[in-house]
């Protein structure tokens, strides 16, 4: 069955400083959503990506959907303390009929 | 704008014991997912419903777990019996459609003993 697959599981980053956090899917996906959980919230939706190669951006945050649809990031610039939480990635395979498989997430912690 | 609501928010309860857990998704959303989430295994689909019919209960652990979703604007997941293992946090999430970004609610925090 479908995985998806994100790395790294934890990052510990230096207020101010940039990361990014991948996910792999092991099917071609007909699109990819990433959601952010604060500690002790629920995951928030934070943006869809469709097209091959398409590149999103939210402020500090930068989102790429590979050529491939199999794998996808997310880049945050100067990182912030409200930046602290897990990223999920969900992946949509091509024949899930709307099944979307939830990446185990990268849990951030930022320093000030 | 409501949100996805659920109830109870916090549930202790013995063991074999029946546990229900509800939910209220966005008015007008068409797709409705249960979920479970642990540090373990983190966060699995259950089960979800477009336009109130169920469409993939795969992810439903094994027989003790079912979910309704008897008209538009409620469903419910229930356990019976119920097992220590089944403590986790459980969130429901809506969508305009099964192709849409889902809305999440607070989560039901359930500690079997």
């Known amino acids: 069955g479908q995985q998806v697959m994100q790395i790294p599981q934890y990052q510990h980053v230096q207020e101010g400083e940039d990361f990014t956090t991948y996910c792999n899917s092991s099917t071609t996906l007909s699109n990819i959503q990433w959601y952010k959980q604060r500690p002790g919230g629920h995951p928030v939706f934070l943006i869809q990506l469709v097209k091959s190669g398409e590149v999103k951006k939210q402020k500090r945050l930068t989102f790429q959907f590979g050529e491939a649809k199999k794998n996808s990031s997310l880049h945050i610039t100067a990182t912030q303390t409200t930046d602290v939480g897990t990223y999920f990635c969900?992946?949509?395979?091509?024949?899930?009929?709307?099944?979307?498989?939830f990446g185990a997430g990268t849990q951030v912690v930022v320093t000030p | 704008d409501a949100g996805v609501i659920q109830s109870p928010r916090h549930e202790v309860t013995e063991m074999g014991q029946e546990v229900t857990l509800r939910c209220k998704p966005i008015s007008g959303h068409n797709s409705l997912f249960w979920y479970r989430q642990t540090m373990m295994r983190g966060l699995e689909l259950l089960i979800y419903?477009?336009?109130?019919?169920?469409?993939?209960d795969s992810g439903m652990p094994e027989d003790r777990f079912s979910a309704k979703m008897p008209n538009a604007s409620f469903s419910t997941l229930k356990i019976q019996p119920s097992e220590p293992r089944d403590s986790a946090v459980y969130f429901c999430?809506?969508?305009?459609?099964?192709?849409?970004?889902?809305?999440f609610g607070d989560g039901t925090r359930l500690s079997i003993l």
């Open positions: 419903f477009n336009n109130n019919v169920p469409i993939d």
């Open positions: 969900a992946g949509q395979a091509t024949d899930s009929w709307g099944k979307f498989q």
């Open positions: 999430a809506s969508s305009l459609s099964q192709f849409q970004p889902q809305h």
